[in-house]
């Protein structure tokens, strides 16, 4: 149950687009399309961003997708906005009741 | 509106016990599975168990494995998380959550405003 790997921090200027990494395994990211992303402001409790990869939710702007290949799956957040300066976790599924988050992004606006 | 609150959170020795409450509304409890996840102050977020929707299949991170104790009361719709033998790394906000389905992939679509446990002597 090792988390997964992320980059500690992304940055970019408004309009640009910024990609976050998430790196797991055979076990978890590899070998499961139940890959889910979420945003965390300070002090508020995270949101749901993606899921199964790269569904958004009901109110999520376009502006963010997500893919993977292989054991490594990726957020993109296209059109940096100044509220999307947040902290990012990934998730991954790892088999019957088992799941494992990344170790989180700070996402900055420069 | 789906609605997940916490309670029962507060400072404790080191070796003591503590429960949290995670009470639910505005959905049909007994059909979810549900989760506990917490963040140390300044860190990252991590799983900590589950429960089935009717409380017959449990799992644990293998970092609280054999010290929490996680239950559900269907009739009381509220879920629970006994954490005994705490140490000073427990110390995190703890945040009960719902899966936006109810497989238990579904990810984690509504959450709790988050309950701070303290370990400290």
């Known amino acids: 149950q090792s988390a997964l790997t992320q980059p500690r921090s992304v940055s970019g200027s408004p309009g640009q687009s910024v990609t976050i990494s998430c790196t797991g395994t055979?076990?978890?990211?590899?070998?499961?399309?139940?890959v889910s992303w979420y945003q965390q402001h300070p002090g508020k409790a995270p949101k749901l961003m993606i899921y199964?990869?790269?569904k958004r939710p009901s109110g999520v702007p376009d502006r963010f997708s997500g893919s993977k290949s292989g054991n490594a799956a990726s957020l993109i957040i296209s059109g940096l906005q100044a509220e999307d300066e947040a902290d990012y976790y990934c998730?991954?599924?790892?088999?019957?009741?088992?799941?494992?988050f990344g170790t989180g992004t700070k996402v900055t606006v420069l | 509106q789906v609605q997940l609150v916490e309670s029962g959170g507060g400072v404790v020795q080191p070796g003591g016990s503590l429960r949290l409450s995670c009470a639910a509304s505005?959905?049909?409890?007994?059909?979810?599975?549900m989760h506990w996840v917490r963040q140390a102050p300044g860190k990252g977020l991590e799983w900590v168990a589950v429960?089935?929707?009717?409380?017959?299949?449990?799992n644990y991170a293998d970092s609280v494995k054999g010290r929490f104790t996680i239950s559900r009361d269907n009739s009381k719709n509220t879920l629970y998380v006994q954490m005994d033998s705490l140490r000073e790394e427990d110390t995190a906000v703890y945040y009960c959550?719902?899966?936006?389905?109810?497989?238990?992939?579904?990810?984690?679509?509504?959450w709790g405003q988050g309950n701070m446990v303290t370990v400290s002597s």
């Open positions: 505005g959905f049909t409890f007994s059909s979810y599975v």
């Open positions: 055979s076990s978890d990211v590899g070998g499961y399309k139940y």
């Open positions: 429960i089935s929707y009717n409380g017959s299949n449990k």
């Open positions: 959550a719902r899966p936006s389905g109810t497989y238990s992939s579904d990810p984690f679509d509504y």
């Open positions: 998730c991954s599924y790892a088999g019957t009741y088992n799941y494992v």
């Open positions: 199964d990869v790269s």
